[in-house]
């Protein structure tokens, strides 16, 4: 068991050191979005800088290797604690990416990914909680303030 762990948590570390933000914005607009905007290599600084359907395609991106890194353990036969391990790899991976010298995001698009894919309820039943804030308020920054 301890190879698949090993490699479980190595691989769902380099899936979540993959900069698809710093990748997209390169891309789209060829500037380095670690030097512009709020500096931060993750999904919402894309939007800002890029534009709203590059930051949604870099913010997919992220949610989509949180996603891989669950189905990694998943399909290693992991148990559910080393599961939980290689979604802490995969958000680790996004905030210190090997390849960017360990200046990353935040991580929530990798996280939001994961928990998706180990608590899918979960998030379904967080998701409804936001919507019907963002209908109550027409702000989707207000529900955070309440914590």
């Known amino acids: 068991m301890a190879p698949q762990i090993i490699l479980g948590c190595v691989i769902s570390y380099f899936l979540g050191s993959i900069p698809f933000s710093y990748i997209v914005a390169r891309k789209i607009k060829g500037?380095?979005?670690?030097?512009?905007?709020?500096?931060?290599?993750?999904?919402?600084?894309?939007?800002?800088?890029?534009?709203?359907k590059y930051g949604a395609l870099a913010g997919g991106l992220d949610?989509?290797?949180?996603?891989?890194?669950?189905?990694?353990?998943?399909?290693?036969?992991?148990?559910?604690?080393?599961?939980?391990?290689?979604?802490?790899?995969?958000?680790a991976g996004h905030c210190y990416p090997i390849f960017l010298k360990g200046r990353?995001?935040?991580?929530?698009?990798?996280?939001?990914?994961?928990?998706?894919?180990?608590?899918?309820?979960?998030i379904l039943f967080i998701a409804a909680i936001w919507g019907f804030s963002y209908l109550a308020f027409q702000h989707s920054h207000t529900l955070v303030g309440c914590f």
């Open 31 to 52: 500037v380095d979005i670690r030097v512009v905007g709020e500096g931060n290599v993750g999904g919402r600084n894309v939007w800002h800088v890029v534009g709203k």
């Open 63 to 91: 949610f989509t290797k949180g996603i891989l890194a669950y189905l990694v353990g998943f399909i290693l036969g992991l148990s559910p604690w080393w599961i939980w391990i290689c979604g802490v790899a995969v958000v």
């Open 104 to 122: 990353g995001g935040k991580g929530l698009g990798a996280a939001l990914g994961f928990l998706t894919g180990m608590e899918p309820l979960l």
